[in-house]
């Protein structure tokens, strides 16, 4: 059921929006460089506008946040938690994508009111769906030639014919040593989506545009090492000439920022904003053998699963691949197809390896993530629904509360939370049953047992020295905006009842956002409607069939990226 009664829009006498989406872009480090002025584009539209920081989703994770950032719902009201979903009646993941969102999402709001709008490059967007203006599909997708991946359908020919060879991510993978090549590749990246946004707002001009760039949080993982000579094992002599690889992206989205308030004329509102922050990383938490050591995961008795555990604990593939690197044959692992490498990486040591009759709990996906093995919901679940699960809850809590650091004694856990307090919907048993932080993100977590490690604590996958923070940015500008104006207590989930308003749609009563209308002027405040409906629309879920080479390359596309750690 739509929103009643909602009007259409006269084109010619309404303000255009675009919001661009600068991933994991965080005030630790734009707010010096806006002071030095570093950040033009960005300092004048601070200037003319309204700016403050903006709270994630409780754990902050892209596809989470973004898919609130365009329905406006807490995880629990769209159904999407993480870089996976849960399978029915299995251990088994799936890569989600926006065609799982249950939630209605924001280009329907304004293709309904007669508003053309622009969708491009939203890390977890396919497939693109029919719509009044355009799309293109994001991060994890396959490759740009399947058939969801644009509408028009025929748009990424047009952009190969028009703009140059369509890609849509990194064709480098980021390797200490290497990072020329890699940050070369980003910024070639960047500069050729610049190329593709300028070409379809000059020949598929929208009213409303949502525009992303994934670089600003891909650099961050992998250069986050070079900014400071405080960083855990800086080498000056080879880290210093990277010290301003972020800034360089940062200066070049801020470059196409000054393009499009160039190109739009005053009657045009701007949002740059991004779905969670940055900061360092350190290491990474097995919790899986956190769980092993306290008796609440158990692993198979058998002798395959044996053999497995005792090359795990003595790290003999590991010093073998060592071994073979040193002696320059590191590339013969190319001769493997990814598949199969894909396959030996999920297998070793995997849930195929943990005894369920008597495991109790187990830890998944990005930074703290427990489920517990719930009877009636987990294919091998043995606890009980009721006083037994609750329990099992309230000692998984007191032992991470107890945890300390192994090497510095301090709290390890951080923010912890049963998933009601933080989660609130029809699709809550998505969410993990408990919910936590390590020290602050400053580690990640990591499905592995790490049975190698000397701890529960090892080094980072992939070689990230950055990751998430909770907090993002949020900058207003515009006729509706006022000027110099501080944004407090924002969240990503007020972002679409925000554009909502900004474009004079009437807001949804049952958002869990709110519009930011501390930073509208008098005029634009008045005018926010709201409407009641009976219920949110959940969308059909479109979950095209991925065959083995796309879901490898999406795979191996967020692995690299440290997503599926």
């Known amino acids: 059921m739509g929103i009643e009664s909602t009007p259409k829009v006269d084109r010619k006498a309404h303000p255009r929006l675009v919001v661009l989406g600068w991933d994991a872009a965080t005030w630790d480090l734009l707010s010096p460089w806006v002071a030095e002025g570093k950040l033009p584009n960005l300092a004048r539209l601070m200037e003319s506008g309204s700016y ?153 001009p929208c009213d409303v545009y949502l525009l992303v760039f994934m670089q600003t949080d891909h650099v961050q993982h992998k250069f986050w090492r070079y900014l400071a000579p405080t960083y855990p094992g800086y080498d000056p002599e080879h880290d210093a000439q990277f010290r301003d690889a972020i800034l360089q992206v940062y200066q070049g989205v801020d470059s196409q920022l000054g393009d499009l308030l160039a190109l ?115 294919p091998g679940g043995i606890v009980a629904a009721g006083e037994e699960y609750e329990q099992t809850v309230a000692r998984l809590i007191e032992a991470l509360e107890k945890l300390p650091h192994p090497e510095t004694g301090e709290p390890l856990i951080t923010d912890i939370h049963k998933r009601a307090d933080v989660f609130s919907g029809p699709y809550i048993e998505g969410a993990a049953d408990v919910i936590f932080s390590i020290q602050n993100y400053l580690y990640q ?55 909502l308003a900004l474009a004079d749609l009437p807001v949804p009563d049952d958002l869990d956002g709110r519009p930011l209308a501390e930073a509208f002027t008098g005029a634009q405040k008045g005018a926010v409607q709201f409407v009641s409906r009976e219920s949110d629309i959940s969308q059909d879920s479109v979950s095209p069939d991925l065959d083995v080479d796309e879901l490898t390359e999406i795979e191996d596309r967020l692995r690299s990226l440290g997503y599926l750690g």
């Open 52 to 204: 403050g920081p903006i709270r994630s989703t409780s754990l902050p994770v892209s596809p989470a946040a973004w898919s609130t950032i365009i329905t406006g719902q807490n995880p629990a009201k769209h159904g999407v938690f993480d870089w996976f979903a849960r399978q029915a009646d299995s251990y088994d993941v799936e890569y989600v994508h926006t065609g799982q969102i249950k939630a209605r999402p924001v280009w329907e709001y304004f293709n309904e009111a007669g508003v053309r709008i622009g969708v491009f490059n939203l890390p977890m967007l396919y497939p693109a769906v029919p719509l009044d203006g355009f799309m293109l599909s994001g991060l994890a997708a396959p490759d740009a030639s399947s058939s969801g991946f644009a509408h028009p359908r025929d748009l990424v020919q047009e952009l190969s014919e028009n703009v140059g060879p369509f890609w849509h991510a990194e064709t480098e993978v980021y390797k200490y040593g290497r990072e020329k090549d890699y940050l070369q590749n980003v910024l070639d990246l960047l500069d050729y989506q610049k190329r593709v946004i300028d070409y379809l707002i000059q020949e598929h």
């Open 264 to 378: 739009f004329d005053d009657d045009t509102n701007f949002v740059v904003l991004s779905d969670h922050g940055g900061g360092p990383v350190h290491g990474i938490m097995y919790i899986n053998r956190w769980l092993h050591e306290m008796g609440m995961l158990h692993l198979r008795g058998d002798l395959s699963t044996r053999i497995k555990f005792w090359v795990a604990k003595t790290d003999l593939i590991g010093r073998a691949y060592r071994v073979v690197s040193r002696l320059g044959l590191g590339k013969i692992a190319n001769l493997v197809s990814k598949p199969a490498r894909n396959k030996v990486l999920n297998s070793f040591m995997s849930f195929d390896d943990i005894d369920w009759s008597r495991t109790k709990a187990y830890a998944r996906g990005a930074f703290g993530q427990i489920y517990v093995n719930l009877r009636g919901r987990e």
């Open 445 to 499: 977590s990591s499905v592995k047992m790490g049975l190698d490690s000397d701890s529960i604590l090892g080094k980072s996958e992939y070689e990230d020295s950055g990751s998430h923070r909770s907090d993002g940015i949020v900058v207003m500008s515009g006729p509706g905006i006022r000027k110099r104006t501080s944004i407090s207590d924002a969240k990503i989930a007020d972002i679409l009842p925000t554009m």
